[in-house]
């Protein structure tokens, strides 16, 4: 299916279609317009080059697809007031009279020629905040929406949110716009498949950090961070968003990583905790659903595991705010254990069992523990999984080494050989003379036992 993006929100003022602004009315069009019950101006063209749907089944002079869109922009005005956001502003709030011609929020059916399917646009921004209007394609011919229901619900809840954004503050950072504005329309349409379908574009791609789309025109990350925004609401509640935005209002120029810290914070939970939560409920989409996470887990597609051997020691790079996954085939048996670290700021690795082909709850949550311990018990036979995350802002992404040993004690050489430490005298009894860690600590109340059916020995993170 063909879903083009929308265009972002533009800061600078802009002219409105019917005074030749970009994608705007053109020469042979006639355009009028419909005022809805709910307050919704409709401008749309009866005839040439940018013409309309002008269907009209029900028989009473107003093109069905007129009243869609309004009906749309209305429910999506109505979900936005509910969850406690503010209204979006007219321009005569702005000083800038009717530009529409009347006090009613203005939307515009333009032809987009391909290009895009929707878009809002700032008239003005006055002190920080901005008045503006939507523009939606005038017909959807060849986008592959399902429907011109689908359509429109997608636009109109997706442009208004941007909107509302604009009563706050004039910019966002790109991930912060497009994310929200997506989780928007699941929040106006608890069944968007758009929503679904930008959250599968980030399960593709959890390699990269949540605040780091790619370079370029506003790229499909940006929106399919709309998965965390949601895990945020799913854990907390809508408020979270609306939080995120008056903060944003109370100073424009705010960190948002450090917003989101301290709104974290306020409600007893951390970037690490949330984070690494996020992860572990993006290991269990798809066949691998359970009882647990997102609701509609069932309904995203599965993260990218990597199949891991016996016995191996492997360099990967995890970016902070990302996530990497391995998966293993484990025989059955008692298993061993252990991370050696020289710090507690390292990635956290979260472990499941699946013996049923469904994630069930994790086995365990491994930290930093500045020790080599070692841990065993008789595990039945399975595939088990393995999250590899830095759950928290950092200034770089961190080179991390993986050891594995799948029978017996964790083989000492497999940390040795990485560089890292000497543990002649067996797991649990480091060297400080050896190489590696030689700040290793022998408490054990520092460590972690792990009833595992496979053995994952977390190293000491090296700064690039």
Known sequence: ????????????????????????????????????????????????????????????????????????????????????????????????????????????????????????????????VCSGHLLIENDF??????????????????????????????????????????????????????????????LGDTNRSLNKPPAGPVPSFAYATCLWWDFLTLRHDSDVIVELLEGFAADPQVDELALIGDILDGRGDSWRDAFSTFAAWNAATFTRAGDGGYPYAAKLRSVEFEAIDDAFVEEIRVFPMASVYFAVEHDGGPLWGGSAVCDDDLPMLIVFPAASGA??????RIEGAGRLVAGGEDLPAGRYYAVATVPEPAESSQKDLICLQAEGALDPACLCDAGLTDDTDGPGDPDPGGCGCSAASSNPALGWMLGLPLVLALLRRQRR
Not at 10 to 39: K, L
Not at 171 to 180: D, I, K, R
Not at 186 to 193: I, K, N, W
Request: charged share 20%; proline share 5%; hydrophobic share 40%.
């Open 1 to 128: 299916m063909l879903v083009l993006l929308s265009l972002l929100a533009t800061p600078a003022d802009a002219a409105r279609p019917t005074d030749g602004g970009q994608f705007g009315y053109v020469s042979g069009d006639e355009v009028v317009h419909w005022d809805s019950p709910g307050g919704i101006r409709v401008h749309y063209a009866v005839s040439g080059p940018s013409v309309a749907l002008l269907d009209d089944e029900d028989d009473n002079g107003v093109p069905d697809f007129v009243e869609l869109i309004a009906t749309h922009v209305e429910g999506s005005f109505a979900a936005y007031d509910e969850a406690g956001f503010r209204r979006p502003l007219h321009e005569s709030d702005l000083s800038l009279g009717n530009l529409g011609g009347s006090d009613a929020f203005d939307v515009y059916l333009v032809d987009f020629g391909g290009n895009s399917d929707g878009a809002y646009r700032n008239d003005a921004c006055r002190s920080g």
């Open 359 to 364: 994630l069930e709850e994790p086995l365990d």
């Open 141 to 202: 011919a060849g986008y592959g929406y399902p429907s011109l229901d689908h359509a429109a619900a997608t636009l109109a809840s997706h442009e208004l949110f941007h909107a509302v954004q604009a009563a706050y503050v004039e910019t966002l950072p790109v991930w912060v716009s497009e994310g929200t504005a997506t989780w928007a329309e699941r929040l106006y349409d608890p069944e968007s498949t758009d929503f679904l379908r930008f959250a599968a574009v980030y």
